[in-house]
């Protein structure tokens, strides 16, 4: 009895999974071939920087800094006011020294990233 | 308790499982200096800003405290086993390969986060490849437990399910939590981020299954109450666990943008902890005589503070679940007040206790000696964790309304300020208070040989097991 609970229970978190992996999980997103690349290294760039063990996306990450998800659309921040932090850092904030062609990367992914937050934006 | 034969048995696995246990103080103890070090930096932003920032002690804290509690679960089950099973460890030297394995990955993980070599990953934060080494460390740990145990599931007791289960989500969740370096789901935030919870969320399920079966069959030996943990009400509150560690991913995937329906599991699934709660509720009066009739012995007085700490962290948690206060919580000091609570309130004092069920099994007399120390260590760390708890939740507050009329964030932090200072000097004395308890392990652990001598004078006339039944004042 115990066990076909259990079967049940695991059976049905695998069909879930691949549901959440498939369809739960689309995007419609369209963006040019350049702009993606750009997209991809700042993803990659934001890792590599561990920005995630001081900023939130959507929840996940350090409390040090603030949350980053809508950022770029929010009207008391926006891609200049990003892009000062990013070039000089801030009172917590390290000065990373970024080159700018690596500044344009990471503000076109959490630009990106912003675009995704429709569930996010109540304002 | 034991009969002679799984004494000499579980004396041949000592060695090993202690090793674990000195271990996994040690993650703990460097685990909290990090801690301490990043809780500065809350309050003095310049501190260590050049060459050990937050973007380093972070990830250090986090992977230390998380290995600590894997690994001190791990060591409880390595001690325990050969005593449920009635027989020797089935790969002795697979206990050493685990043991060299994870210092190594730890040493690796440790020099690349000083170094600033980062996968970026939240909890993972250390490259990808050191997630695979992760992953085999584990392999000699559960071919351990399932050739020892050779678990008979119709039959066994609900720690034998819960440390099962705890192993299997280990190996599935620490996968899934990589899938992002397929194009697939890194290519795609949505699915990225969603994948991320649901793995992460998961994974701590998978953690709490180990930590908790521990702690039932802790309360099994101290307790005598052979019955419990065979009931059908732990069956009960077994599968309603394991259904949350399947489908409830955390508490804020509402904010996640996955399809709405994802969300609408996650918020049903996290609702059905009420039930949890109310039966804490209805268990009350019983916990309660029990807890005061043993609140002598050390152990089961780590237990008691780990039920109050459910209970706690139990309320927070239905708080930040709905989705109306979620959209408030999500991202505020709040979480990382649930978090602590968690994992130190719960499963940090569940740990203690069996680590401490140990070294008394193991050294009674010198676990004597220190009575006292274990006893206002206890109190510090719970009477520290409670002011520090309540002054992330105090800064949660100002967050909160600096959110609702938009303010910039430094301007919040600013006004947080008071509340953080709190947190970080609480911090010193939960640093202060787990220090004591830790050092006095390993006191406990190392004065092995010198005890011995003074246990045979004393001594002579009861066995080992008796010294291990008596009742300590």
Redesign the interface.
Not at chain 1, 57 to 65: D, K, P, R, S, T
Not at chain 1, 116 to 120: E, I, K, L, Q, S
């Given at each position: 009895m115990?066990?076909v609970?259990?079967i049940i229970?695991f059976v049905?978190?695998i069909t879930?999974?691949a549901v959440?992996?498939t369809?739960?999980?689309?995007?419609n997103i369209q963006l040019p071939e350049t702009e993606?690349a750009k997209v991809?290294r700042g993803?990659l760039l934001?890792?590599?920087?561990?920005?995630?063990?001081?900023h939130?996306?959507?929840?996940?990450?350090?409390?040090?800094?603030?949350?980053l998800?809508t950022a770029y659309s929010d009207?008391?921040r926006g891609e200049t006011y990003m892009r000062a932090f990013l070039k000089n850092g801030?009172?917590?904030m390290?000065n990373f020294h970024l080159a700018d062609t690596d500044i344009d990367a990471l503000v076109s992914f959490l630009k990106?990233?912003d675009q995704?937050?429709?569930?996010?934006k109540?304002k | 308790m034991s009969n002679n034969g799984s004494h000499i048995i579980s004396h041949q696995n000592n060695k090993a499982a202690k090793a674990f246990l000195l271990l996994a103080l040690s993650y703990l103890l460097l685990g909290l200096v990090f801690g301490l070090l990043g809780a500065l930096q809350y309050i003095f932003p310049e501190f260590l800003k050049a060459n050990l920032s937050f973007q380093k002690t972070r990830p250090l804290h986090v992977y230390l405290v998380i290995t600590w509690i894997f690994t001190a679960a791990q060591a409880g089950i390595y001690y325990y086993l050969p005593t449920i099973a009635g027989r020797p460890l089935y790969w002795q030297k697979g206990v050493w390969l685990h043991f060299a394995m994870q210092s190594v990955i730890s040493v690796v993980v440790v020099s690349e986060f000083f170094a600033g070599s980062f996968g970026g990953r939240e909890y993972l934060e250390f490259p990808p490849v050191m997630g695979l080494f992760i992953l085999l460390s584990w392999v000699p740990f559960a071919i351990n437990f399932f050739a020892t145990l050779k678990p008979k599931y119709k039959t066994a007791p609900v720690y034998i399910w819960m440390w099962s289960t705890g192993i299997l989500f280990f190996f599935i969740t620490l996968s899934e939590s990589y899938l992002w370096l397929f194009d697939f789901f890194r290519n795609n935030m949505i699915r990225d981020i969603t994948v991320q919870w649901k793995a992460l969320g998961t994974m701590v399920g998978s953690w709490n299954m180990l930590v908790y079966g521990t702690g039932i069959y802790l309360m099994e030996q101290l307790s005598g109450d052979k019955k419990a943990a065979y009931s059908k009400l732990s069956f009960f509150f077994y599968f309603l666990s394991l259904t949350n560690l399947m489908f409830n991913w955390g508490h804020h995937t509402y904010i996640v943008p996955a399809a709405p329906w994802v969300r609408m599991v996650a918020y049903i699934i996290s609702m059905t902890e009420l039930l949890i709660f109310g039966n804490i509720i209805l268990q009350y009066r019983k916990s309660v005589t029990t807890a005061r009739k043993n609140y002598h012995l050390l152990p089961h007085r780590l237990l008691t503070f780990a039920d109050i700490w459910v209970f706690i962290t139990l309320i927070l948690a239905l708080i930040m679940s709905v989705p109306a206060w979620n959209y408030f919580t999500h991202g505020t000091h709040v979480t990382v007040a649930h978090s602590m609570g968690a994992t130190i309130g719960i499963n940090t004092m569940l740990l203690m206790a069996s680590v401490f069920f140990i070294l008394k099994k193991e050294n009674a007399l010198s676990f004597q000696q220190y009575r006292k120390w274990i006893s206002s260590g206890i109190y510090i760390t719970n009477g520290s964790l409670l002011i520090f708890w309540l002054s992330l939740l105090a800064s949660a507050v100002v967050e909160i309304k600096g959110s609702i009329s938009n303010e910039i964030f430094f301007y919040v932090m600013q006004k947080s300020l008071p509340y953080l200072r709190v947190f970080a000097y609480s911090g010193a004395f939960l640093f202060i208070g787990l220090g004591i308890l830790i050092i006095t392990s390993y006191k406990i652990a190392a004065s092995k040989t010198q005890v011995k001598q003074k246990t045979l004078k004393r001594t002579f006339s009861f066995s080992p097991e008796q010294t291990v039944g008596v009742k300590d004042h």
């Open positions: 115990k066990m609970i259990f229970l049905a978190y879930y999974s959440v992996y369809k739960g999980t689309k995007s993606w991809n993803k934001y890792q590599q920087y561990n920005c995630t063990s001081c939130q996306l959507y929840g996940l990450g350090g409390y040090l800094g603030p949350e998800t009207s008391l801030g009172s917590r390290p990106y990233v995704t937050a429709v569930t996010y109540h | -």
